[in-house]
């Protein structure tokens, strides 16, 4: 089944939670919502499964409008972060409770939630805790089992809110790549609320960039960190080095340098912000021969398997500035804290602000 948000805007009091929102999920794709805290994603989220009620807009199952639909009769499977399991009930019982009190009419017989139990917990690789209860379980077990509650009741879409964000990074880790491999074997329109960039770029098919209540860009994983389509969303993606400087017929003169932005060429003296990934800075010692360089001082050095991440501090300024480079490197030149280094970037992304979002 697909999903269609059509053109959705939500306020609380005079915040505006979503501000005119549009976007398609398709049949069978797993999708993460991404942004900070109170962009608007999980207020999207909550609108979808019907657990809000939009201001203006509308929301689409398979072409068909859902939006005052009630969400008892959405056939969405929602897990949360904090679990919501009942306590009192075993696993099984959890797992069997959206199918229990479904109206007598639409309820299968003893036998067949016995059967689908089984299944679901084999499907989330937990059969073996079936007479367990919630508090004997991990925080990975749980959020499983929460999602193998979510899926008894056969949902055609899955929502899932934070469903990781209580774990910690190693559990977050397995579970993040068991979810893919789950979601594979379903096929079910699923999207998931995230704040974590690694974990959107991993699992999802594409990813819905979200900021102060707008969409900034969707997009493949490739696609976002790539070619990000603003400002936002390359600061927001991983590490970034942000230099300011003045565009002019296709070339940035920033921090004392000039960088090649053919993309710019009808752009005559403009301001203009440089976006450099750690990993696109190239470093050298500083020497009499280093030229077209920006002049820094080593400060830590923090190494993290095969990578060295290097801050690096201007003179006069309170500017750090974050290079990455190969753990042989480091060795190769015997960095040391306080040398004086000259750095230059090898990529960078080159934005025009031409607008107040901008």
């Known amino acids: 089944?697909?999903?269609?948000?059509?053109?959705?805007?939500?306020?609380?009091?005079?915040?505006?939670?979503?501000?005119?929102?549009?976007?398609?999920?398709?049949?069978?794709?797993?999708?993460?919502?991404?942004?900070?805290?109170?962009?608007?994603?999980?207020?999207?989220?909550?609108?979808?499964?019907?657990?809000?009620?939009?201001?203006?807009?509308?929301?689409?199952?398979?072409?068909?409008?859902?939006?005052?639909?009630?969400?008892?009769?959405?056939?969405?499977?929602?897990?949360?972060q904090h679990y919501a399991l009942f306590r009192h009930m075993t696993v099984f019982e959890n797992v069997a409770f959206g199918l229990r009190?479904?109206?007598?009419?639409?309820?299968?017989?003893?036998?067949?939630?016995?059967?689908?139990?089984?299944e679901l917990l084999s499907l989330v690789q937990l059969d073996w805790l079936a007479d367990r209860y919630p508090s004997q379980l991990s925080g990975g077990q749980r959020q499983r089992i929460a999602l193998a509650r979510a899926l008894a009741v056969e949902p055609r879409v899955l929502l899932?809110?934070?469903?990781?964000?209580?774990l910690d990074a190693k559990?977050?880790?397995?579970l993040r790549r068991w979810l893919r491999r789950l979601h594979d074997e379903l096929h079910?329109?699923?999207?998931?609320v995230t704040h974590d960039q690694e974990e959107a770029l991993e699992v999802a098919d594409r990813v819905v960039l979200m900021n102060a209540g707008n969409i900034e860009q969707i997009g493949s994983p490739n696609d976002v960190w790539n070619h990000p389509a603003s400002p936002f969303v390359y600061g927001f993606l991983g590490d970034v080095n942000?230099?300011?400087?003045r565009a002019s017929e296709g070339q940035v003169h920033v921090e004392g340098i000039t960088l090649d932005a053919p993309e710019h060429l009808a752009v005559d003296d403009a301001?203009?912000?440089?976006?450099?990934?750690?990993?696109?800075?190239d470093v050298e010692r500083l020497t009499s021969r280093s030229q077209g360089g920006i002049v820094v001082k080593l400060g830590r050095i923090v190494q993290t398997g095969s990578i060295a991440r290097l801050e690096l501090e201007r003179d006069g300024t309170d500017q750090i500035i974050e290079a990455h480079i190969p753990l042989e490197k480091l060795r190769a030149l015997d960095l040391q804290p306080g040398e004086a280094l000259s750095v230059r970037p090898r990529h960078a992304r080159i934005f025009v602000p031409e607008g107040p979002r901008q």
């Open 188 to 192: 079910v329109a699923s999207i998931f």
């Open 101 to 118: 009190v479904k109206p007598r009419r639409e309820r299968p017989n003893e036998a067949f939630i016995r059967d689908k139990v089984k």
């Open 271 to 281: 301001e203009a912000l440089a976006y450099v990934r750690p990993h696109d800075m």
């Open 1 to 80: 089944m697909s999903i269609e948000v059509r053109n959705v805007s939500k306020r609380f009091g005079d915040f505006t939670a979503l501000n005119n929102v549009s976007a398609t999920i398709d049949s069978g794709e797993l999708v993460a919502l991404l942004g900070p805290s109170g962009c608007g994603k999980t207020t999207l989220l909550r609108i979808i499964a019907g657990l809000e009620t939009p201001d203006s807009g509308s929301i689409l199952f398979s072409g068909e409008d859902a939006t005052h639909v009630d969400v008892r009769r959405r056939q969405v499977g929602f897990v949360f």
């Open 160 to 166: 899932l809110d934070e469903p990781f964000g209580a």
């Open 242 to 245: 942000l230099f300011h400087g």
């Open 171 to 174: 559990v977050r880790k397995e």
